[in-house]
Nanobody, 116 residues
Framework: QVELVESGGGLVQPGGSLTLSCVAS????????MGWYRQAPGKQRELVAR???????NYADSVQGRFSISRDNAKNSVYLQMNSLKPEDTALYYC??????????WGQGTLVIVSS
């Protein structure tokens, strides 16, 4: 079983930036398509961005042009650079395999709060 640890969340003002990190317990991320997901209070978890094993990326319409997903296979890590943050980006953010039906156990996530 692979364990995922997310970090980098925090409180940021609207328009600010954060970079989230996700580290896997095993050196296998390079073989899998990975995604960043988020769950806002009272809402279902949604896919925010995905990066395929070959490097191709795709984003939800709500974050297109503001968020950027990347990976460093040597560090067993996936990142999410978030710019121009909005209050509606407030959520608990997770990384995991894409698509979600193939997910490993979910980590604790990292909380992002966008507020003035």
């Amino acid at each position: 079983q692979v364990e995922l640890v997310e970090s980098g969340g925090g409180l940021v003002q609207p328009g600010g930036s954060l970079t989230l990190s996700c580290v896997a317990s095993k050196a296998i991320l390079s073989f899998f398509d990975m995604g960043w997901y988020r769950q806002a209070p009272g809402k279902q978890r949604e896919l925010v961005a995905r990066i395929m094993s070959g490097g191709e990326t795709n984003y939800a319409d709500s974050v297109q042009g503001r968020f950027s997903i990347s990976r460093d296979n040597a560090k067993n890590s996936v990142y999410l650079q978030m710019n121009s943050l909005k209050p509606e980006d407030t959520a608990l953010y997770y990384c995991n395999r894409y698509p979600e039906r193939y997910s490993w156990s979910w980590g604790q996530g990292t909380l992002v709060i966008v507020s003035s």
